[in-house]
């Protein structure tokens, strides 16, 4: 069954959160994506489900005050 909302894509329009951010219904104003908040809650501590393809470009890290 495909999710009307993210259209399946688990990602919204930041803009139009009424929006899929990819696929072939996208809204196409060029926003930022969105955690669809249907599918795609973390949980406390947890990072949503990431789309397909997305690369991360930084990296985190743990740094101790010295």
Do not use: Y
């Amino acid at each position: 069954m495909t999710r009307m909302l993210c259209d399946d894509t688990r990602w919204v329009c930041e803009n139009h959160p009424d929006q899929p951010w990819t696929g072939n219904h996208a809204c196409q104003c060029g926003g930022a994506g969105a955690p669809c908040p249907k599918c795609n809650k973390p949980g406390d501590g947890d990072i949503p489900q990431l789309p397909r393809g997305f690369r991360n470009m930084f990296e985190k890290r743990n740094r101790e005050r010295r």
